[in-house]
């Protein structure tokens, strides 16, 4: 049981329900294949450095979960055929970006931002 | 007086003196997020391009998954594939 992150950019043109349904719908397909979802943010809207599909914006949302490898594809094949989805881009994490997401999440990482920015400044 | 006159024909190679060193091996820092925009904005220059290792001073290994992170990064719309003013 490999540990994926997947990311998603949906078109800002559908209301915010009809965001949530989609990812309602991934989060369903994730988990009738026997994954296992360990964590779920979305960014909301944000500003995209390029126009994609002649839009500004995108709904970004990010999943985190532990799956067996062959359900990846699956999952991609069903981003590909939803046209609501602009751009999606699934990641295998490796235990150095295992420790990180972890951090992360643990809120350990504000401070440690705010270090080694210090150190920046100090070395800069 | 005359001293300010001097014009070089060639531009004189100013050294950079100060020590280059890898700061993911100094930092500790085992994982390049790709998703962290403002962290990757320090190794790209101001038209949206990778900044080679020699201004950077970043180890081979480290390089390399900076690139990977920015090339992810530039996929899903993030940082910009080129721009002019970035910073």
């Known amino acids: 049981m490999q540990q994926y992150e997947t990311l998603i950019v949906l078109t800002p043109l559908l209301s915010e329900e009809t965001a949530k349904e989609a990812i309602a719908k991934y989060r369903g397909i994730l988990t009738a294949n026997g994954a296992e979802i360990i964590n779920e943010d979305s960014w909301g809207l944000k500003k995209l450095a390029y126009p994609i599909q002649k839009k500004t914006t995108g709904y970004y949302h990010l999943t985190e979960f532990k799956a067996p490898g062959e359900l990846i594809n699956k999952l991609e094949i069903e981003y590909r055929r939803d046209e609501r989805i602009m751009r999606f881009l699934t990641v295998a994490l490796d235990k150095h970006a295992i420790a990180y997401s972890e951090k992360k999440r643990s809120g350990a990482f504000n401070q440690k931002k705010e270090a080694k920015s210090q150190t920046e400044e100090v070395a800069g | ?87």
Request: glycine share 4%.
């Open chain 2, 1 to 87: 007086m005359a001293k300010d006159q001097i014009k070089y024909v060639t531009a004189p190679k100013v050294e950079d003196t100060r020590k280059k060193y890898c700061r993911f091996k100094k930092n500790g820092i085992k994982y390049i997020d790709y998703k962290d925009a403002n962290f990757l904005l320090k190794f790209i220059n101001d038209q949206g391009k990778l900044l080679p290792r020699r201004l950077t001073g970043t180890s081979l290994k480290f390089q390399r998954k900076v690139a990977q992170a920015v090339k992810r990064a530039r996929h899903i719309g993030i940082l910009p594939y080129v721009t002019d003013s970035l910073k």
